[in-house]
């Protein structure tokens, strides 16, 4: 069965420090992958989805096939970024049921 | 005008109640789904509908029963509640095949059972 995988729970960096979040998939197939953040207590938003490769809020995630990695990326973190994080996988053919990673926690400090 | 609306926000009753907690989407898509949010932050799909139609069942209890009964809306019931059933509750819709961008979630419904 498909899989997502977000290594760590918490990840904490300074403000202005680059910043990568990983996301490891399980998936044989052609996947999808999408990067959500959840602000505290707040809706999930769709950050970015793969397909379209763009950059939001300087957040950019490059899907690697022979990895099998979505890491986040983005080269200067700021303090608004603190949130949680998902990395998301569709699979051809489930119902567009979206597989979410267990989530990292990103706090950046000052 | 928000996109996806949860109600109530808030929810807290005691074991054993029957409670429902609604959803709407004014988006025009054709797809909804219930996610559960437990205590560590987990996010699980327990149903989607397409089109009134239920198309994703993952392994819930029976006493969880949703209900779908246009495009826009899906509700979802729970029967004799128990205190495991804590959780907010994720609502959300999107499109179905090629127009498929993602999901637009709903703000949550925090269901403290005691």
């Known amino acids: 069965a498909q899989r997502v995988t977000q290594p760590e729970k918490l990840l904490s960096v300074f403000k202005g420090a680059p910043v990568e979040l990983k996301c490891n998939y399980s998936?044989?197939?052609?996947?999808?992958l999408f990067w959500y953040v959840q602000y505290s207590r707040q809706r999930l938003q769709l950050l970015l989805r793969?397909?379209s490769r763009e950059s939001i809020k300087g957040f950019t995630a490059d899907l690697n096939k022979g990895e099998t990695s979505f890491h986040l990326k983005k080269p200067f973190a700021q303090e608004e970024d603190s949130a949680m994080y998902y990395c998301a996988l569709k699979i051809t053919g489930g119902g567009n049921k979206l597989t979410f990673g267990t989530g990292t926690q990103l706090k950046v400090e000052l | 005008d928000t996109a996806v609306s949860q109600t109530p926000k808030y929810l807290v009753t005691q074991m054993g109640n029957d409670k429902s907690i609604k959803c709407e989407q004014n988006l025009g898509h054709d797809t909804m789904y219930w996610y559960k949010q437990d205590s560590k932050k987990f996010l699980k799909i327990m149903f989607s509908?397409?089109?009134?139609?239920?198309?994703i069942n993952e392994t819930v209890p029976n006493r969880f029963s949703p209900k779908s009964p246009d495009k826009a809306h899906l509700n979802l019931h729970i029967n004799s509640l128990e205190l495991g059933d804590s959780a907010v509750y994720f609502c959300?819709?999107?499109?179905?095949?090629?127009?498929?961008?993602?999901?637009?979630f709903g703000s949550g419904t925090r269901l403290t059972v005691v």
């Open positions: 998936y044989s197939g052609s996947p999808e």
């Open positions: 959300a819709s999107s499109q179905m095949g090629t127009s498929f961008y993602g999901y637009t």
């Open positions: 509908y397409n089109n009134k139609e239920l198309i």
């Open positions: 793969h397909i």
